[in-house]
């Protein structure tokens, strides 16, 4: 099993439906995750962080954790246009040396 | 706001040269990194750094070393650059809590 895995896509929505994304990982005792975005040709951009199991929300984005589940989600609200980016989950694994361990990346394209 | 910057954003080498990149942070962050990225791999960890002087392999230190001679410079560098060295780099630096800030990347070419 892979440390972080993601459905590469790619993901279609219309503009203004909601996007999720998926991410689930094979350490039980990280504590630290993070969503990036990454639009083509760029680097990633960090746009959220979660600690806790639960929700956070930050605009249109929310993440959702689920220690139990091993799973961490990122919900984009009301798609643009300019959503249209790779979204790469990454986890801070203690597994080997204490490291953030990124995810494949879900291609997400948001349809005008 | 968090600003790292990378020498260069497009880089061609012949095989066999040697390469350095840089970066540098403005954040005094402790913690730098260097990934390099390709398409079906993701982001692999070349070497990363915790302090000046300091340095840890990652995942693909083959073929590559560093230098951080300075808190806020981080340098990667290819002895002897391969045709299969030819990648986006890019190095990142943590602030607490794992939360990793990237530079703008550099396109290296290696003919």
């Known amino acids: 099993q892979k440390e972080v895995e993601q459905n590469s896509g790619p993901l279609s929505v219309p503009e203004g439906a909601i996007a999720s994304l998926n991410c689930t990982y094979s350490?039980?005792?990280?504590?630290?995750f993070f969503w990036y975005r990454q639009y083509s040709g760029k680097s990633p951009e960090l746009i959220m962080s979660?600690?806790?199991?639960g929700d956070k929300e930050d605009g249109r984005f929310t993440a959702q954790l689920n220690k139990a589940s091993q799973y961490v989600s990122l919900l984009i609200r009301d798609s643009q246009p300019s959503d249209s980016a790779t979204y790469l989950c990454?986890?801070?694994?203690?597994?080997?040396?204490?490291?953030?361990?990124f995810g494949p990346g879900t291609s997400l394209s948001v349809i005008p | 706001d968090v600003k790292v910057t990378q020498s260069s954003r497009y880089l061609v080498k012949r095989t066999g040269e040697k390469v350095f990149l840089e970066c540098v942070q403005d954040?005094?962050?402790?913690?730098m990194f260097w990934y390099r990225q390709d398409p079906g791999l993701g982001l692999r960890l070349i070497y990363f750094?915790?302090?000046?002087?300091?340095?840890e392999k990652g995942d693909i230190p083959e073929g590559y070393s560093v230098s951080r001679e300075k808190k806020e410079r981080f340098s990667l560098i290819l002895e002897s650059a391969s045709t299969n060295q030819t990648s986006m780099y890019l190095c990142?630096?943590?602030?607490?809590?794992?939360?990793?800030?990237f530079g703008p990347g550099t396109r290296l070419t290696v003919t």
């Open positions: 954040m005094d962050h402790e913690n």
């Open positions: 750094s915790y302090d000046v002087k300091m340095k």
């Open positions: 979660i600690y806790s199991n």
């Open positions: 990454a986890v801070n694994l203690k597994t080997s040396y204490d490291k953030v361990i």
């Open positions: 990142a630096t943590e602030l607490g809590l794992y939360e990793q800030y």
């Open positions: 350490d039980r005792v990280s504590q630290s």
